[in-house]
């Protein structure tokens, strides 16, 4: 079984930063897209960066320049700095592995964090 385990939320005043960490664990052969989500009360959850196993980033476009997503491959572990907080930003922030191997044979599986609740005070 693998398992998303997701750290670094709180709460933080508009401005702040924080940085959220992602860890992948159990047997794990390969992992190829990793990303964060964000689901606010009332909203749709959304795509918020993304970062395959090459290291190629994507970003929603509201945290471009403020948001940055990293991966350590040997760790299995993403991170998610974020800097310039704003109470939009609100939201509990999920993890998400995709297409994940637990050997070279296994069908690939997506798997999902508990998420970890981040909240922006103006």
């Known amino acids: 079984q693998v398992q998303l385990v997701e750290s670094g939320g709180g709460l933080v005043q508009a401005g702040g930063s924080l940085r959220l960490a992602c860890v992948a664990s159990g047997t794990i052969f390969s992992i190829n897209s990793m990303g964060w989500y964000r689901q606010a009360p009332g909203k749709q959850r959304e795509l918020v960066a993304a970062i395959s196993e090459g290291g190629s980033t994507n970003y929603a476009d509201s945290v471009k320049g403020r948001f940055t997503i990293s991966r350590d491959n040997v760790k299995n572990t993403i991170y998610l700095q974020m800097n310039s907080l704003k109470p939009e930003d609100t939201a509990v922030y999920s993890c998400?592995?995709?297409?994940?191997?637990?050997?070279?044979?296994?069908?690939?599986?997506?798997?999902w964090g508990q998420g970890t609740q981040v909240t922006v005070s103006s």
């Open positions: 998400k592995a995709e297409d994940v191997k637990r050997n070279y044979y296994d069908a690939a599986r997506d798997y």
